[in-house]
């Protein structure tokens, strides 16, 4: 008798090896390309004014370093400002109107600006210089904390309302059982499809006729009429549940609002992070909805603040710019960091039953 025998083949180690790296590679390069708007600017930042726009741009922040004379005093390493600062000292009446002016103060130094002929300075170099106090300048330069105070509590309650309302309607989509269930989830999914520059004018005639126009009340409002594609999220997560579970409970005499809270929910917690996050990033960034219901400054968001702050000045002050917003992106970077694991979870276990 012949036997057959199959022999399973074995990853060679060299071809294993040759495919991690260049995964690894792949996964780098993406993981730069994506990361580079970042980088740039939180280099940005860190520059003074004068280096923002220089050509060609160059990553590490610089300073071009004169010798200059002032008053007499020798100056072997002076920063200069080409066009005239707001911390400066004015030159009017120490040079005749022909002479080519500079303004020039010590490197590293936070006295004013004072006035040179061009002709004073002298090239020495370009160092390296991190301007850290342009993160304490664009502080300063708008209501920072007043808009992050804004900001938060809007999240807190969209958050909130996103959380309770589409948990709710996911739950009764998903866990009871009642005629036309499935034919209104399709028409909830189907509002998916409008975006919200189609409802943007509606939404608006409805809160003004409300006088709710000016307040915040129109930005967290909506988020406890549900979300169609977080109810879409836990629906789908929910199913995964076992119905043993919840038939358990309800021959113990549970309702159907203990058995969402005290079962479902305890269990669900890794959607609902992710939900969590999801609205939490979408208030956090959203700027078309402050733009078009907020119209105290004092209400702002950051969003609308660091928009609000670009477009007061004649001209961008693109350090303090970027240092802003670099602030504003950081929290979003760590709530990521910090709950990845949850976020993983909660995505890669919804939709598992069908």
């Given at each position: 008798?012949?036997?057959?025998?199959?022999?399973?083949?074995?990853?060679?180690?060299?071809?294993?090896?040759?495919?991690?790296?260049?995964r690894?590679?792949?996964?780098?390069?993406?993981?730069?390309?994506?990361?580079?708007?970042?980088?740039?600017?939180?280099?940005?930042?860190?520059?003074?004014?004068?280096?923002?726009?220089?050509m060609?741009?160059?990553?590490?922040?610089?300073?071009?370093?004169?010798?200059?004379?002032?008053?007499?005093?020798?100056?072997s390493?002076?920063e200069?400002s080409?066009?005239?600062?707001?911390?400066?000292?004015?030159?009017?009446?120490?040079?005749?109107?022909?002479?080519d002016?500079?303004?020039?103060?010590?490197?590293?130094?936070?006295?004013?600006?004072?006035?040179v002929?061009?002709?004073?300075?002298?090239?020495?170099?370009?160092?390296?210089?991190?301007?850290w106090?342009?993160?304490?300048?664009a502080?300063?330069?708008?209501?920072?904390?007043?808009?992050?105070?804004?900001?938060?509590?809007?999240?807190?309650?969209?958050?909130?309302?996103?959380?309770?309302?589409?948990?709710?309607?996911?739950?009764?989509?998903?866990?009871?059982?009642?005629?036309?269930?499935?034919?209104?989830f399709?028409?909830?999914?189907?509002?998916?499809?409008?975006?919200?520059?189609?409802?943007?004018?509606p939404l608006?005639?409805?809160?003004?006729?409300?006088?709710?126009i000016?307040?915040?009340?129109?930005?967290?409002?909506?988020?406890?009429?549900?979300n169609?594609?977080?109810?879409?999220?836990?629906?789908?997560?929910?199913?995964g549940?076992?119905?043993?579970l919840?038939?358990?409970?309800?021959?113990?005499?549970?309702?159907?609002?203990?058995?969402?809270w005290?079962?479902?929910?305890?269990?669900?917690?890794?959607?609902?992070?992710?939900v969590?996050?999801?609205?939490?990033?979408e208030?956090?960034?959203?700027?078309?909805?402050?733009?078009?219901?907020?119209?105290?400054?004092?209400?702002?968001?950051?969003?609308?603040?660091?928009?609000?702050?670009?477009?007061?000045?004649?001209g961008?002050?693109?350090?303090?710019?970027?240092a802003?917003?670099?602030?504003?992106?950081?929290?979003?970077?760590?709530?990521?960091?910090?709950?990845?694991?949850?976020?993983?979870?909660?995505?890669?276990m919804?939709?598992?039953?069908?």
């Amino acid at each position: 008798m012949r036997i057959f025998r199959t022999h399973t083949a074995v990853p060679d180690s060299e071809s294993e090896s040759i495919y991690q790296i260049l995964r690894f590679l792949l996964l780098l390069f993406f993981g730069i390309a994506f990361a580079l708007p970042f980088l740039w600017t939180v280099s940005t930042s860190l520059k003074p004014l004068s280096e923002t726009t220089k050509m060609p741009p160059e990553w590490l922040p610089r300073t071009t370093i004169y010798k200059a004379e002032i008053n007499g005093t020798q100056i072997s390493r002076a920063e200069v400002s080409w066009t005239p600062p707001e911390n400066r000292i004015d030159p009017t009446e120490q040079f005749p109107a022909d002479v080519d002016i500079a303004w020039v103060r010590p490197h590293g130094s936070e006295v004013a600006y004072r006035a040179v002929p061009k002709k004073n300075l002298e090239l020495q170099g370009r160092v390296i210089d991190f301007r850290w106090e342009n993160y304490v300048g664009a502080v300063h330069a708008i209501p920072f904390w007043r808009y992050t105070k804004n900001t938060l509590w809007l999240c807190v309650l969209s958050v909130f309302g996103t959380l309770l309302s589409s948990a709710l309607v996911a739950y009764g989509f998903s866990r009871i059982q009642w005629r036309g269930r499935d034919q209104l989830f399709l028409l909830v999914l189907a509002t998916m499809m409008i975006p919200f520059p189609v409802i943007m004018i509606p939404l608006y005639s409805l809160f003004r006729g409300f006088g709710l126009i000016g307040t915040m009340v129109p930005l967290w409002l909506p988020t406890f009429f549900g979300n169609a594609f977080f109810i879409f999220l836990l629906r789908q997560f929910f199913r995964g549940i076992p119905d043993d579970l919840t038939d358990a409970a309800r021959i113990d005499g549970c309702s159907e609002w203990r058995i969402f809270w005290n079962i479902i929910c305890p269990l669900s917690h890794s959607a609902l992070i992710v939900v969590a996050i999801f609205k939490f990033i979408e208030t956090w960034n959203d700027f078309l909805a402050p733009f078009i219901f907020l119209t105290d400054q004092e209400d702002f968001t950051l969003a609308l603040g660091l928009q609000f702050f670009q477009s007061q000045h004649g001209g961008t002050d693109w350090h303090y710019l970027m240092a802003a917003s670099t602030l504003v992106t950081l929290p979003v970077i760590l709530l990521f960091f910090f709950a990845q694991r949850r976020f993983i979870e909660g995505i890669s276990m919804t939709g598992m039953k069908n």
